[in-house]
């Protein structure tokens, strides 16, 4: 299994996992309903809070809780182009939208 990251959309900074050499940050990821999960410590798989970004991914976008479907959809360019993403930020009142950037480092792989 890989890891999975991004980047924050309103800092711009890589999601490093906790298994990185860099300093985990608190980041807060948000549905379209205002839901928020807050995450103090990235494992690096894709969770935050205890909610899957994937998961999430497909229940915002009627496809019920199937993590495959999500992670389908995010790398389906085609189909993801219209999908509702969770935003993921720092500042949890940040009004931001769209798909998150992934992080080339997948909050890992540091130079």
Request: proline letters at 3%; aromatic letters at 14%; glycine letters at 10%.
């Amino acid at each position: 299994m890989g890891f999975f990251s991004w980047q924050t959309q309103d800092t711009n900074k890589s999601i490093p996992s906790v298994h990185s050499t860099r300093d985990t940050f608190t980041v807060h990821m948000k549905d379209h309903k205002g839901n928020t999960w807050r995450e103090d410590s990235y494992e690096g798989y894709g969770d935050f809070g205890g909610k899957d970004f994937y998961e999430l991914l497909a229940e915002m976008n009627g496809m019920g809780s199937d993590r495959d479907a999500g992670i389908k959809l995010a790398f389906d360019k085609e189909r993801n182009a219209d999908a509702r993403w969770p935003t993921l930020t720092e500042d949890k009142d940040a009004e931001v939208t769209g798909k998150p950037r992934e992080c080339r480092h997948q909050g890992f792989f540091y130079d």
